[in-house]
């Protein structure tokens, strides 16, 4: 995708997105100024932010702390959305909205971020927030093995979630778990009927950001060859936005791969007026541990140029 392109991708957003787009430019401009108080104000009070590392899971009290130190210093962070994708949720408030966007950092080059936002009167804030550094597909053998050996020798202990507690979350997370049965038996059919027919699936390659018509192009032809792909869940944490029609769900949750070790998928699940819960939004990546993450995202850049 072009930088015109990618410009017009922020651009084109209106009315309520628009105004939600603005709050997460808000949020990182008072991070890139170590403003603690004008980012903290674009967080929601019952936030969650993922970091990169799956051991990373913050609520707002916690994410604050992690924080304050970095800005008391005046260093804070640069994150500058070079792509932005928001999404109004199904319900007349107005007033959730999920998004995914493509950062440019000025330490780790190329970083990734899915999220939902809330409205509380004019303003939105951020509820979820998921951070990762997207491996390009030409170094992702390499990379996650790498992963995979300095996990085996170090393991990382995954944070705890939410777990679905509510009818809603259960019947949400089933549908995340018939995703991956439905991937590892190479049934598209299936697979396929599991997400809204305008879904967005969000690949590993930070250039992999296809429509459901564009991935399952790309996808039918391996499972028409029997390939599927295995990712079985290790924890997951769920998340009902607050909206009367108890419709939207936000998920994240860490995966196992024997081919990838580590894996994150990220988005959120709609339920239908037929009652069915379906994915809107799935975003995979390759967690990268805090210990390799300078040296990768370095390595990244450096073959980017």
């Avoid at 304050?68 to 994708?85: D, I, L, N, Q």
């Avoid at 936002?117 to 597909?137: C, F, H, M, Q, T």
């Avoid at 299936?190 to 429509?211: M, N, Q, R």
């Avoid at 069915?276 to 990244?300: C, G, Q, S």
Wanted: net charge negative.
């Amino acid at each position: 995708m072009s930088l015109i392109a990618l410009t017009l991708a922020i651009a084109l957003q209106t009315g309520p997105e628009q105004d939600a787009a603005a709050a997460l430019d808000a949020m990182h401009a008072a991070a890139a100024r170590a403003d603690s108080a004008g980012w903290a104000d674009r967080l929601a009070p019952d936030v969650v932010w993922v970091g990169n590392e799956t051991s990373e899971r913050w609520n707002r009290e916690a994410f604050l702390a992690f924080a304050a130190p970095v800005f008391a210093r005046g260093e804070g962070w640069t994150y500058s959305a070079r792509e932005r994708h928001v999404t109004l949720a199904p319900d007349p408030c107005a007033c959730v909205a999920w998004f995914d966007e493509v950062l440019d950092s000025a330490t780790y080059g190329t970083a990734r971020g899915e999220g939902m936002l809330v409205r509380e009167g004019d303003d939105w804030r951020v509820l979820r927030y998921a951070l990762s550094y997207p491996i390009p597909n030409d170094l992702a053998d390499g990379m996650t093995t790498e992963i995979k050996a300095f996990e085996a020798a170090t393991p990382v202990v995954d944070a705890p979630g939410d777990a679905a507690d509510t009818p809603e979350e259960t019947a949400a997370a089933a549908t995340l778990d018939a995703l991956h049965r439905a991937a590892s038996a190479a049934d598209g059919s299936t697979y396929f009927d599991l997400f809204t027919p305008d879904a967005t699936y969000i690949g590993t390659d930070v250039t992999e950001h296809w429509s459901i018509a564009e991935f399952r192009a790309y996808a039918e032809p391996y499972f028409a060859r029997g390939r599927g792909w295995t990712y079985a869940p290790r924890s997951r944490s769920l998340t009902m936005a607050p909206l009367d029609c108890r419709c939207v769900v936000w998920f994240d949750e860490a995966l196992d791969s024997q081919s990838y070790g580590t894996s994150r998928g990220t988005g959120v699940l709609v339920r239908g007026d037929d009652g069915k819960w379906r994915i809107a939004l799935y975003a995979l990546t390759f967690p990268i541990p805090n210990a390799l993450a300078r040296d990768m995202t370095a390595r990244i850049r450096a073959a980017a140029k």
